[in-house]
């Protein structure tokens, strides 16, 4: 496994991957686990060549959020990308993919992003939308993978692609869980023992709607008040969001549809944890 920390490198080594086989980007901000990995094995199983972007993305912080915290091990991050069978890391320095002068801003549309995780992180989409349109640029995968977990950022890479008719498939993985049901989440080192126990309450909310919807409820508002009750009976928490949408325009409906999801940002302490989960299998119950 190589790990390349320049774009012109990556460029040609993607170049002379392509030239033999396909060619599999798993993005990431590195700080990895199961979650990230089990992109990697599903990478793995559909490519020739696999390719993982381990970059904490500048653009996509605000001023005062977590960007400098954010936790950076490449050594532990390239250990875990190799014990999966990647081929590629590619780990460059913000200057690399950020030279002096860059100014362009590849920018969503509003209705996706004045929204969900948009409201609290409005520049959070513009940076997650230039940093993998320069990826998608570098390493022309046939391929990228993301997790559901951030069902809002899947929905934009897919229009994304889509619209600007980049020659690539975005494939969404299922969210990977911990055994008591909180998604695995880079963040979650953040919390420390008390609080990682009240963060179960973002998954023990979302089972008690789904558990609702299949024994018949299909109110969204009824499904709202039971989700935030729940969330805020525990203390530790406090509620950035609890949306039930429409995938992937994010329409809001009164009663539930096919597609409708449930997707919620929650403080655990001072930590901000996402978490989501469709509704379609429950209503064919």
């Known amino acids: 496994m190589k790990i390349i920390t320049r ?53 996509q ?16 991050d390239g250990a875990f990308c190799e014990s999966l069978g990647a081929d590629i890391v590619f780990h460059p320095e913000p200057e690399e993919m ?38 998608f640029n570098l390493v022309a995968p046939d391929k990228a993978y993301f997790g559901q977990k951030d069902v809002q950022q899947v929905a934009i890479v897919e229009a994304m692609v889509r619209d600007l008719n980049m020659d690539l498939a975005i494939v969404p993985c299922p969210i990977v ?55 805020q009976a525990e203390p530790l928490a406090k509620i950035d969001y609890v949306e039930i949408l429409r995938f992937p325009h994010f329409e809001r409906d009164a009663t539930l549809v096919e597609d409708s999801f449930i997707a919620m940002a929650v403080y655990i302490g001072s930590t901000r944890l996402i978490d989501n989960s469709f509704f379609k299998e429950d209503l064919a119950k």
């Open 7 to 59: 774009v012109d490198e990556l460029k040609a080594a993607c170049k002379a991957a392509k030239a033999k086989g396909s060619v599999g980007l798993v993005p990431t901000m590195g700080a990895l686990h199961e979650g990230h990995g089990s992109l990697i094995k599903k990478c793995r199983e559909e490519n020739d060549t696999v390719v993982v972007s381990v970059f904490v993305n500048p653009l």
């Open 61 to 76: 912080f605000a001023p005062g959020e977590d960007y400098e915290e954010y936790p950076r091990d490449i050594d532990k």
């Open 98 to 135: 950020y030279p002096e002068n860059f100014g362009f801003r590849v920018t969503p549309p509003d209705a996706m992003t004045h929204i969900l995780c948009g409201i609290t992180r409005p520049i959070h989409f513009t940076g997650v939308a230039t940093v993998l349109t320069k990826l």
């Open 177 to 231: 869980r911990e055994e008591d049901g909180l998604a695995k989440s880079s963040r979650n080192r953040y919390l420390n023992a008390e609080e990682r126990k009240a963060a179960v309450v973002l998954s023990r909310s979302i089972k008690k709607a789904k558990a609702m919807v299949r024994e018949g409820e299909k109110d969204v508002a009824a499904l709202l008040d039971a989700v935030t009750k729940e969330i």
